[in-house]
């Protein structure tokens, strides 16, 4: 016969190392460089910088493409925490991915 009280500590104990992990996370900047522009992150998903170079000379027909440059950085950073989140948190499976 399962012990109920043992497994309830074994889920509450799981529950805050998935926590403590988490947090770990959100804490640490992933930073991503695409082309002129530098954008950091962090695990929640804020972006924390966004650095143009300052040596690139813009036309009014480059913004668009500077907008998009930023855009894939920005995208590229978040895959980044993807990754890193499924690599810290993936042994605990994917029960818990509605508590992220």
Do not use: C, P, W
Request: glycine fraction near 4%.
């Amino acid at each position: 016969m399962m012990n109920i009280q043992a497994l309830m500590k074994q889920a509450q104990k799981m529950q805050n190392d998935v926590l403590k992990s988490k947090e770990v996370l959100n804490k640490k900047i992933f930073e991503e460089k695409y082309s002129s522009v530098t954008v950091q992150v962090n695990g929640a998903k804020e972006i924390k910088k966004i650095e143009i170079d300052k040596n690139i000379e813009l036309d009014q027909e480059d913004i668009e493409m500077l907008e998009d440059t930023i855009m894939i950085a920005i995208n590229n950073a978040f895959k980044k925490v993807d990754e890193e989140t499924e690599k810290a948190l993936g042994k605990y499976g994917q029960g818990l991915s509605g508590l992220m």
